[in-house]
Antibody, heavy 119, light 107 residues
Framework: QVQLQESGPGLVKPSETLSLACGVSGGSLNGHFWSWIRQPPGRGLEWIGYVYHSGSTNYNPSLESRVSISVDTSKNQFSLKVNSVTAADTAVYFCARHGAGAAIYFDSWGQGALVTVSS | DIQMTQSPSSLSVSVGDRVTITCQASQDISNYLNWYQQKPGKAPKVLIFDASTLETGVPSRFSGSGSGTYFTFTISSLQPEDIATYYC?????????FGQGTRLEIK
């Protein structure tokens, strides 16, 4: 069974870059789409964007100017960068795998990584 | 963006209750609608995709229905482990969007 694990700094200063990686074990990146989703404390879920194993991407327009998602098949991981962060970017960041087939749903998730933006 | 509006935002329930949550889309999304369960401190878990298809391993007391702009999610007989927040999610158009969530609380 595939497992996902987020890693990266838990504290980022305002105006700096948030960087997270999602390691995938028990399965391959190939043939799947992989997304980042975030959840501010006590609030709902926001889809950030996805990357395919080939490297093609799709981003939420609300974040597109500041976000980059990439894939590293040699390490079996994919990564998220968010530039110019503010307190509004404080959230639990989840990485997730898209299910197989035409439906776009998230069938496997990481445990989540809390990232706080503060000086 | 397609706006997803869930109702109610919270619900006080008892074990054994039949629970129904609704999700309304701001435009027609056909059956491109999924439901998730999230427990505190945990990642969401998909229960239903394509509006009514039960994910493998999910108990049959969970069900979903609807198409177009109006969808319902039902727990036929609430169990203690079902206390959680439930989210709908559309995938008809990008960006993918979620409802604001419905939190179940024990009465």
């Amino acid at each position: 069974q595939v497992q996902l694990q987020e890693s990266g700094p838990g504290l980022v200063k305002p105006s700096e870059t948030l960087s997270l990686a999602c390691g995938v074990s028990g399965g391959s990146l190939n043939g799947h789409f992989w997304s980042w989703i975030r959840q501010p404390p006590g609030r709902g879920l926001e889809w950030i964007g996805y990357v395919y194993h080939s490297g093609s991407t799709n981003y939420n327009p609300s974040l597109e100017s500041r976000v980059s998602i990439s894939v590293d098949t040699s390490k079996n991981q994919f990564s998220l960068k968010v530039n110019s962060v503010t307190a509004a970017d404080t959230a639990v960041y989840f990485c997730a795998r898209h299910g197989a087939g035409a439906a776009i749903y998230f069938d496997s998730w990481g445990q989540g990584a809390l990232v706080t933006v503060s000086s | 963006d397609i706006q997803m509006t869930q109702s109610p935002s919270s619900l006080s329930v008892s074990v054994g209750d039949r629970v129904t949550i609704t999700c309304q889309a701001s435009q027609d999304i056909s059956n491109y609608l999924n439901w998730y369960q999230q427990k505190p401190g945990k990642a969401p878990k998909v229960l239903i995709f394509d509006a009514s298809t039960l994910e493998t391993g999910v108990p049959s007391r969970f069900s979903g229905s609807g198409s177009g702009t109006y969808f319902t999610f039902t727990i036929s007989s609430l169990q203690p482990e079902d206390i959680a927040t439930y989210y709908c999610q559309q995938f008809d158009n990008f960006p993918i969007t979620f409802g604001q969530g419905t939190r179940l609380e024990i009465k």
